[in-house]
T-cell receptor, first 113, second 114 residues
Framework: NAGVIQTPRHKVTGKGQEATLWCEPI?????VFWYRQTIVQGLEFLTY????????DSGMPKERFSAQMPNQSHSTLKIQSTQPQDSAVYLC???????????FGAGTRLSVL | GEQVEQRPPHLSVREGDSAIIICTYT??????FSWYKQEAGAGLQLLMS?????DRKEEQGLTVLLNKKDKRLSLNLTAAHPGDSAVYFC?????????????FGSGTQLTVMP
């Protein structure tokens, strides 16, 4: 079991460019979560899918951020027109529906110049 | 909504000493409690989790205590060693069937000195 896989590990974009972050959950896990981590804000919940359906996106910024889960093997977080304040580590986690335990990937460090 | 406070933000101990990290929460419906460890450049590693019907859990040198009356959760690392140096986070959720959102504490940077 390779755990939750996030790619890329590091991404550098210029201001105004688009960034797409990928997450492959643990095989068999039905729930996928996205969190953002910064020094100032700490760990912030962004969004959550269950059986590929969006369940709670209350943490997603209303503009420029979107997340999808087109199949059970991957989820994407897309940030359009990136801004310097989007710079953060974006963490993906997955869980089985029978447990409350979240297993995290190593994260994608996004740097917007 | 749920508020989680974690302290201390920084903790330095000598090798072999114990280290205690405390979180307080506000929502009495909170039912799931966990502790994560984050090493530099890595994701979060689950250390231990408990449900609200558990007051104490010990595993491999770690002790989690849950005081529901005071809404306080603690992590005690007994006999800490340099490999324990990392950032530790508590995380809680209401854990009802539809509520999976984990609320994290602000983290504790633990340094264990040889």
């Amino acid at each position: 079991n390779a755990g939750v896989i996030q790619t890329p590990r590091h991404k550098v974009t210029g201001k105004g460019q688009e960034a797409t972050l990928w997450c492959e959950p643990i095989s068999g896990h039905s729930a996928v979560f996205w969190y953002r981590q910064t020094i100032v804000q700490g760990l912030e919940f962004l969004t959550y899918f269950r059986n590929q359906a969006p369940i709670d996106d209350s943490g997603m910024p209303k503009e420029r951020f979107s997340a999808q889960m087109p199949n059970q093997s991957h989820s994407t977080l897309k940030i359009q027109s990136t801004q310097p304040q989007d710079s953060a580590v974006y963490l993906c986690a997955s869980s089985s529906l029978s447990q409350n335990t979240l297993y995290f990937g190593a994260g994608t460090r996004l740097s917007v110049l | 909504g749920e508020q989680v406070e974690q302290r201390p933000p920084h903790l330095s101990v000598r090798e072999g000493d114990s280290a205690i990290i405390i979180c307080t929460y506000t929502d009495s419906a909170t039912a799931y409690f966990s502790w994560y460890k984050q090493e530099a450049g890595a994701g979060l590693q689950l250390l231990m989790s408990v449900l609200s019907n558990v007051d104490r859990k010990e595993e491999q040198g770690l002790t989690v205590l849950l005081n529901k009356k005071d809404k306080r959760l603690s992590l005690n690392l007994t006999a800490a060693h340099p490999g324990d140096s990392a950032v530790y986070f508590c995380a809680v959720s209401a854990a009802s069937s539809g509520s999976w959102q984990l609320i994290f504490g602000s983290g504790t940077q633990l340094t264990v000195m040889p």
